[in-house]
């Protein structure tokens, strides 16, 4: 009688999977476009005309500020950060 129930529990619990598997989500919903690629290419174009949308590789540049320390500056606080960060790692 066990061994029967663990069958027909297993079975079913085999059958609910493959019932829910079956259904995608989210569910599907055909796109049906009701204009033609000539419409969109023409919209792109206007909307590219008038700046509305930039055009390809158009990224904005962001320059660097220029920094008033030297080389020597920069590595003297990173040389000074190490020891500060040792020090403090080794509990002096």
């Known amino acids: 009688m066990n061994?029967?129930?663990?069958?027909?529990?297993?079975?079913?619990?085999?059958?609910?999977?493959?019932?829910?598997?079956?259904?995608?989500?989210?569910?599907?919903?055909?796109?049906?476009?009701t204009r033609t690629r000539a419409d969109v290419k023409a919209e792109l174009q206007r909307a590219q005309a008038s700046h509305e949308i930039?055009?390809?590789?158009?990224?904005?540049?962001?320059?660097?500020?220029?920094?008033?320390l030297s080389r020597q500056d920069v590595?003297?606080?990173?040389?000074?950060?190490s020891s500060a960060a040792q020090n403090l790692y080794n509990g002096a």
């Open 75 to 81: 590595a003297s606080q990173v040389q000074q950060a």
């Open 3 to 33: 061994i029967k129930n663990i069958v027909v529990a297993a079975s079913l619990l085999a059958a609910a999977g493959a019932a829910m598997a079956e259904a995608p989500y989210p569910p599907e919903t055909p796109f049906h476009s």
């Open 54 to 68: 930039a055009l390809r590789n158009e990224y904005p540049v962001i320059r660097q500020a220029p920094s008033q």
